[in-house]
């Protein structure tokens, strides 16, 4: 007859793994609410102007190519008494920034009123464009990008790409082959 001890690791590898499949699944149980959440960052540019979300959109094909342009979502928060301006988006992995929807019909420029929020990109005009990337970029990738105000002064953060499930707009609307009326 063998000694138990041997017997005993053997027992309790195999017990081990059985407990922890008996607990409840940790997502099945309500936790407490995370406050925050935002996808991009958040970054303050003076006492009175935010910048918030800051993100790239995601790909529709996952991946934006060296030579592409991207729209650039975020929102511009002032909370102070005077209005500013946005009057450039620079970064050294892309070529140029251009708006659609630009004030005033200045090349680049996107208004900022007093005590009052701007959402850039997703909800309409105005728009931001990174044009021709200079290296190409995947979801969760970032590249630097400056934004410039007329009176905050300017800063610099890491813009993300957007995760996939976004949904993005299509570029060109093909009909669906299925649809194909001359198929008949």
Do not use: K, W
């Amino acid at each position: 007859m063998r000694p138990p001890t041997r017997l005993a690791p053997l027992l309790l590898a195999t017990a081990l793994p059985l407990a922890a499949c008996s607990q409840d699944a940790p997502l099945a149980q309500p936790g407490p609410e995370v406050r925050g959440g935002a996808v991009g960052p958040d970054t303050v540019v003076d006492e009175d102007v935010s910048l918030l979300q800051v993100q790239i959109e995601y790909p529709l094909d996952g991946v934006h190519d060296e030579g592409d342009d991207a729209r650039l979502f975020f929102a511009v928060a002032n909370t102070g008494d005077t209005p500013d301006r946005l009057v450039e988006v620079s970064g050294p992995d892309f070529a140029g920034a251009s708006t659609e929807g630009a004030d005033d019909g200045d090349s680049f420029a996107i208004d900022v009123p007093e005590d009052d929020n701007v959402y850039v990109g997703a909800e309409g005009e105005p728009v931001v464009v990174l044009e021709d990337l200079q290296r190409s970029l995947r979801s969760s990738q970032s590249i630097p990008v400056t934004f410039v105000f007329e009176q905050a002064g300017e800063v610099t953060l890491d813009a993300m790409v957007a995760a996939a499930g976004q949904n993005p707009t299509p570029t060109v609307d093909f009909p669906d082959p299925d649809e194909d009326p001359t198929d008949e």
